[in-house]
């Protein structure tokens, strides 16, 4: 679930979210600013984790591609 999709969801419910130990209240303009900032940065988190990820996977590939290449070489 995406964050705006639980916020729109808990919202259409009429509930609003407290945390108390984080100080965030979405009944208050700042509250909710605050979580969508929040949100925001998640998925911008996630989206770098991608990211790297594939670069990892990509940097294995050619890694292993090069290994082959000298294995093939050698024989």
Not at 2 to 23: M, N
Not at 33 to 62: P, Y
Request: hydrophobic fraction near 55%; glycine fraction near 6%; aromatic fraction near 10%.
């Amino acid at each position: 679930m995406v964050w705006w999709h639980f916020l729109s969801e808990i919202q259409a419910l009429k509930i609003d979210l407290y945390l108390r130990q984080q100080g965030l209240d979405t009944t208050t303009p700042a509250g909710k600013a605050m979580f969508q900032i929040m949100g925001v940065f998640a998925e911008f988190e996630r989206a770098m984790i991608q990211e790297r990820v594939r670069a990892g996977l990509a940097r294995a590939g050619d890694a292993a591609k090069a290994e082959a290449a000298v294995q093939a070489a050698l024989v």
